[in-house]
């Protein structure tokens, strides 16, 4: 494997990242992607960039990664709270951001609690290539369960369990000494990354720091880190949710799924309310006072606004830990903004492959506050466009691809045949 090592600039000095050829692709070529060596039993939050190889379920795309699909929704700012949202169905081809325990094993960052149940005619190439799309290759996969030696196009055995090897990092959940989360993104084909940069409201020169990219050139197949900005939470290491952090413009549920917590727009602190998913949650009303997790209470006088709020301190214990406070301010606060919450797609372009981005969040207005804690009114849902990513190679603010990966028809032929063999179960 070809190896390229370096330090990474933008992130934690204690943090060397390695790109390694560990991926190979159907035409043969070697893709990289980033580790980030580790020590200790420690983890974090990440996300995994998966386009769905067939219409599913959010209940089953949910069950592949081992997550909650209220979870996934959220990740997505998707409507979670809707009455059967967990079995609405995902249409092929659109790309999804999916939660992750970011887990140190043997000595780098990846995620290990994936099992995946063999089904008939699968093999490791179309479980890597197809099921997973590239987030895992077949030598990883094969390393992973003692198959090395394995034929990656032979079939494997009907109902056995794979350890399904997925890349993610950490980075102590901080960019450029700011709060981010990192999203591991497989680049697809027509891909620059500029084009990347721009969709993720990043920059090139980021990118590559946190990659270790000598230039700004990145191949198909080729998994990069990409980090998202984010809102970090302060709970105390007792907190079952003891670092949560949660990505701009989306929403992440904690407290045995009676507390929301959500990032942005107008600003990138951490918010959190009460969740309306289940009806056995503790009271959220904080002590000796009227005001319930969320909520805010507003008083005038002639000196200014009297405010008193309900913050949302850790689940500890069992118990949400809640904590009043109380100031005055020149005026009374106005309303809360939540993250655009959307109804999960009935349709996507195919011919594009991100999600729609999430706007940077914008200064936060005076007086902006904490409203009544009721959810976002979410938007219905239809067909879902992707902004395109252009194709063209060497036009003005592109980056062409390395010079490797000069046979894109013969990588997507190669991937259409999987996907054809896989559908034939």
Same mark, same amino acid.
């Given at each position: 494997m070809a190896e390229v090592s370096g330090s990474v600039a933008a992130v934690a000095a204690v943090a060397v990242v390695m790109v390694v050829a560990i991926v190979v692709l159907p035409c043969g070529v070697e893709a990289k992607t980033t580790i980030e060596p580790c020590s200790g039993s420690d983890s974090c939050q990440a996300l995994l960039g998966y386009t769905l190889y067939a219409d599913m379920k959010v209940s089953e795309v949910a069950a592949l990664f081992g997550t909650d699909p209220a979870a996934l929704l959220a990740a997505n700012a998707l409507d979670f709270a809707a009455p059967g949202a967990a079995h609405r169905i995902l249409p092929m081809g659109l790309f999804?951001?999916? @939660?992750?325990?970011?887990?140190?094993?043997d000595g780098v960052r990846k995620s290990v609690s994936v099992r995946y149940a063999v089904r008939p005619a699968d093999t490791l190439a179309t479980v890597a290539d197809g099921v997973f799309a590239g987030l895992a290759s077949s030598d990883q996969i094969g390393n992973a369960n003692g198959l090395a030696a394995v034929d990656p196009d032979a079939p494997l055995d009907s109902g056995q369990t794979l350890v399904i090897p997925l890349p993610c990092v950490c980075f102590n /959940? /901080? =960019?450029? +000494? #700011? @709060?981010?989360?990192y #999203? !591991?993104? %497989? %680049?697809?084909?027509? =891909?620059?990354?500029?084009?990347?940069?721009?969709?993720?409201? $990043?920059?090139?020169? =980021?990118i590559m720091n946190v990659n270790a990219m000598g230039s700004p050139v990145a191949a198909p197949g080729d998994i990069l880190a990409i980090p998202l900005p984010a809102c970090a939470s302060t709970f105390p290491k007792s907190a079952s949710d003891h670092g949560l952090i949660v990505a701009n413009g989306t929403y992440v549920l904690t407290a045995g799924n009676c507390v929301q917590c959500s990032c942005g727009p107008g600003s990138l602190n951490l918010y959190?309310? @009460?969740?309306?998913?289940?009806g056995s949650c503790p009271s959220m009303q904080c002590s000796n006072n009227n005001v319930l997790l969320g909520n805010v209470s507003t008083h005038p006088t002639s000196a200014g606004c009297n405010v008193s709020s309900c913050s949302y301190g850790g689940f500890v214990n069992g118990t949400i830990t809640r904590s009043l406070n109380i100031g005055l301010?020149?005026?009374?606060?106005?309303?809360?903004?939540?993250?655009?919450?959307? =109804?999960? @797609? $009935?349709?996507?372009?195919h011919d594009s492959t991100f999600l729609p981005p999430l706007s940077a969040p914008a200064p936060a207005e005076a007086g902006e506050a904490i409203p009544p804690p009721s959810s976002p009114v979410p938007v219905k849902g239809g067909s879902f466009t992707l902004p395109k990513v252009s194709t063209e190679n060497g036009s003005a603010g !592109?980056? !062409?691809?390395?010079? /490797?990966? +000069?046979?894109?028809?013969?990588?997507? !032929? /190669?991937?259409?045949?999987?996907? #054809?063999?896989?559908?034939?179960?």
């Open positions: 999804v951001r999916v @939660p992750t325990r970011c887990a140190c094993a /959940s /901080s =960019d450029s +000494n #700011l @709060p981010a989360v #999203l !591991s993104y %497989v %680049v697809q084909i027509g =891909d620059t990354v500029p084009v990347i940069a721009a969709i993720y409201e $990043t920059t090139v020169t =980021d959190c309310t @009460p969740a309306s998913l289940t301010q020149p005026r009374c606060p106005g309303p809360h903004q939540f993250p655009l919450l959307m =109804d999960p @797609p $009935t349709t996507v372009n !592109s980056v !062409s691809e390395a010079p /490797s990966m +000069n046979k894109p028809h013969q990588m997507l !032929s /190669s991937f259409i045949t999987c996907l #054809l063999l896989y559908s034939r179960m």
